[in-house]
């Protein structure tokens, strides 16, 4: 971001505005922690700001400052909309295309507010008027710190803000052990820690929350671990009864995905997950060194993501959507073993 945009926001934010702060879909800990960051940031200078996800998100993140303000599109369709349209800036943070809010893109597309996206995935869209955009950022919470640095109000960063902030780079980081995590991010962990974030609390409330009934669906996704050695790939399923056996609930999933990861002499790891309502099996791979998942998933599955870490999915059945992903793999069988 330029001198010049910077100085544009400046003036922008200098008089009191109606802002929203939108999320992606399936919002994750970077998503809320960033969105809830700026909320208070925004609302520290008499914005009326607030927080649109496009809809709810897992209990493991609720207990977030700020989280009792934020309106959920997909159950307040029509408040939302209308605030949509009356909104004087609109940021869009953790995602940098449209479509990955679902319906409420096009309310944002049509909205005379300027628009502000603040993202470090891949190939962003061109919808935004200022966009601080950086795939070589941990999270999108270190980005909105740096932000915060560069409109010079570091010294306005509350207990709040350095909470939020501090979940989104360490749920992003994996704890602060993938390769984005830089020196600066752990400047910055170090930083949030003296504005008041209580590291061992905040992962406490993030990774210490497990029901009987996860633990119970882990070991089925485990039991479930697929191993393909001759092209260091693993995959896990969960198909819709097994996920109704263990009474899922949104978020339970999450990290799954990184045991078949762990096995040694595997660089790419895939889970697929049946979503019967939605009709899709919902996918998120990752992988280690230069195997791109990002290009992978946009490739084969309509996704997307960072070079690690990308999710997609598949109209085809669960069944059908493994013998596919299985048939592709041979084609990638130099990036995979060399």
Known sequence: MTTSEINQIQALLSTPKQIIIVPHKNPDGDAMGSTLALYHYLKGFNHDALVMAPNDYPDFLKWLPGDETVLKYESETERCEIL????????????????????????IGTSEAIKIMIDHHQQPDNYAKFMFSDVRMSSTCEMVYRFIEMLAHENRVTADIATCLYTGIMTDTGSFRFASTTSKTHYIIGKLMEHGAKNAEIHNAIYDTNSY???????CALKNLKVIPELRTAYITLSQDELNQFD????????????????????????????????IIKISLRSKGDFSVNEFSRQYFEGGGHTNAAGGKSDLSLDETIEKFISILPSHKNELTS
């Open 84 to 107: 949509l349209q009356k909104a004087d800036l609109i940021f869009t943070l953790d995602f940098n295309a449209l479509h990955r809010v679902g319906d409420m893109g096009d309310k």
């Open 213 to 219: 009934a996860r633990l119970q669906l882990l070991g």
């Open 248 to 279: 899922f609930k949104k978020g339970d999933t999450e990290g799954f995905v990184n045991y078949g990861l762990s096995l040694n002499n595997i660089i790419f790891a895939a889970i697929f997950i049946e979503h019967k309502k939605e009709n």
